[in-house]
Nanobody
Framework: QVPLVESGGGLVQAGGSLRLSCAAS????????IGWSRQAPGKEREFVAA????????HYADSVKGRFTISRDSTKNTMYLQMNNLKSEDTAVYYC????????????????WGQGTQVTVSS
């Protein structure tokens, strides 16, 4: 069983938009916080955004602030990442994550990880 499943990745031109989804199930749906990290070729995995299921706490990486929006639908156990004004440097595999706090996700110590979805931004 896969606890976290990402979808919505693809190829988009610079300046375009994509919306990623992450469906949670089992124990991951009971986690306090969920979020996204990404890993570009030749680079370390980096934090993108995190949110509590209640929506009371939200964090964004400086590199995506103002362009990306994280949201969640607790009734559907689904998390979303709306990505606007995409740049070539946003090209990466995006992973959804779940953990006990947004800090845990921000520091790459999430309890659960999805398999990732590829986002490629061309120009």
């Amino acid at each position: 069983q896969v606890p976290l499943v990402e979808s919505g990745g693809g190829l988009v031109q610079a300046g375009g938009s994509l919306r990623l989804s992450c469906a949670a199930s089992g124990r991951t749906s009971s986690s306090y916080a969920i979020g996204w990290s990404r890993q570009a070729p030749g680079k370390e995995r980096e934090f993108v955004a995190a949110i509590t299921w209640s929506g009371s706490i939200i964090h964004y990486a400086d590199s995506v602030k103002g362009r990306f929006t994280i949201s969640r639908d607790s009734t559907k156990n689904t998390m979303y990442l709306q990505m606007n004004n995409l740049k070539s440097e946003d090209t990466a595999v995006y992973y959804c994550a779940a953990g006990s706090s947004t800090t845990q996700i921000r520091t790459a110590k999430a309890d659960y990880w999805g398999q990732g979805t590829q986002v490629t931004v061309s120009s």
